[in-house]
């Protein structure tokens, strides 16, 4: 999965998935280690990537070039520091804080401060560079504040440094781990590229590719995610629309992402309002891409194939052990995965043999019982357990009287439309229906 997820991601959000794999202990750590510093050769973090280096060849004296970069490094570091601190007094300025908190976009401030106080196009492009010099020596926070104060001076109709902006600041966030930041920061920029009406067919199916890839970071962390994961993929808005952008993106450009959708899918409190989405999605990939998750909801909810959602289920245990984003979800889904085994089987059966019951479930006979009482008592099911014979007895699935009243009525209404159909067909009603009065 890593080395389909790579080529979405930007450098810098790569390197915790490195360490991650690191920490596995499945890859060769040499292997590791000498892609690391191919990535870090590429960034300004000089003191990390000696740090590889030394572990990389056990201590070794690092090359000259190293030490050649890190002096270059500091020095543009401090020439952009000079430059930039001009404008961030500028915009501390009382009148300028003021002009801020009124102004509706960056170019009525832009204007203002270059009025004012003699601010030009190249000093805010200064600021940007100065943004992005930060981020790349890896400090996240420093560029996310600078990045903030530049786009209160940059407008949106200016594609290259507006786009960027959000890019770059939703990016620091996730580094940052300030997941409700993030989320802010991936709203502003959905919002803009869903919007923006000068990207061509194909950039904005990049644009939103790269998004699905970089939001997974907030949809596996933020308290939310997985709804939104959900939203962004599956939920039509206003009834019966054409499908979501987002997930013709994943359908075109990256299937791989149905692995984390049907996880969220599983997982998900109301997993019945959207798993017949997901599984008709699942169908429709089915030959570009699958993995032992989307597989073990295929044998489920398709081929009722409950023997082959067990195997799939044992398979999952593995995925989610080397997978950076879902390995903390593991031990959710499998009680989410058995729910769901169960309540298929629910439907398929009334009396279901407890040990029949343990094997799909891959647990032993007696914590299946305890599972079961427990789910029994907090779903309140009507159910009951005679352990004498080892079975579960699934109750008569009563109406509710509102259901019943709902029934009666369309009922009503079919017999009412049927009388009124037959009458209408009468003679006489003919003859009254064209009579004329005359006064």
């Not at 280690?33 to 050769?41: H, M, P, S, V």
Request: glycine share 2%; hydrophobic share 40%; with cysteine.
């Amino acid at each position: 999965m890593m080395q389909k997820l790579v080529p979405y991601l930007d450098k810098h959000l790569v390197l915790p998935l490195m360490e991650f794999l690191s920490s596995k202990e499945v890859h060769n750590e040499k292997d590791l280690l000498t892609a690391k510093l191919n990535i870090l050769n590429n960034t300004n973090m000089v003191d990390f990537a000696i740090d590889v280096y030394q572990k990389l060849h056990d201590g070794q004296q690092v090359p000259e070039e190293f030490v050649d970069k890190r002096f270059k490094v500091v020095n543009e570091l401090q020439e952009l520091q000079n430059l930039t601190d001009p404008i961030l007094s500028i915009l501390m300025k009382e009148d300028v804080t003021k002009q801020i908190e009124s102004s509706n976009e960056g170019k009525q401030l832009f204007d203002y401060v270059a009025q004012n106080h003699g601010v030009t196009q190249e000093n805010l492009e200064t600021l940007y560079k100065f943004a992005k010099f930060q981020y790349e020596c890896g400090n996240y926070s420093g560029a996310s504040q600078y990045l903030t104060s530049h786009r209160l001076l940059v407008s949106p109709t200016d594609k290259f440094y507006y786009l960027n902006n959000l890019w770059g600041k939703l990016a620091c966030e996730i580094l940052m781990q300030q997941w409700e930041h993030a989320l802010e920061d991936f709203n502003r920029l959905k919002e803009f590229i869903d919007s923006y009406p000068f990207f061509t067919p194909l950039e904005l199916l990049q644009q939103r590719t790269w998004l699905i890839h970089w939001s997974l970071f907030i949809f596996f962390n933020h308290s939310s995610g997985r709804d939104l994961l959900i939203e962004m993929l599956l939920e039509k808005k206003g009834g019966h629309q054409k499908p979501q952008p987002y997930l013709n993106a994943v359908q075109t450009i990256c299937p791989h992402i149905l692995r984390y959708l049907t996880v969220a899918v599983v997982t998900h409190r109301n997993r019945r309002e959207h798993m017949k989405e997901l599984v008709r999605v699942i169908q429709q990939e089915t030959y570009t891409y699958r993995d032992p998750i989307t597989e073990f909801v295929e044998c489920l909810c398709v081929n009722f194939d409950f023997d082959g959602a067990q195997k799939k289920l044992k398979e999952c245990s593995e995925v989610f052990d080397y997978d950076f984003f879902l390995v903390a979800l593991q031990d959710e889904f499998i009680e989410n995965a058995r729910l769901f085994v169960f309540e298929i089987f629910c439907q398929i059966h009334e009396c279901i043999s407890i040990n029949m019951l343990a094997e799909k479930l891959n647990m032993s006979p007696d914590e299946a019982e305890k599972w079961i009482v427990n789910l029994i008592t907090q779903a309140r099911l009507d159910a009951r357990i005679d352990s004498k014979l080892g079975h579960v007895i699934m109750g008569a699935q009563a109406i509710s009287p509102y259901q019943q009243l709902v029934e009666k009525s369309k009922a009503m209404s079919i017999r009412s439309n049927a009388l009124i159909s037959n009458l209408e067909k009468r003679p006489w009603h003919n003859k009254a229906a064209n009579a004329t009065t005359d006064f």
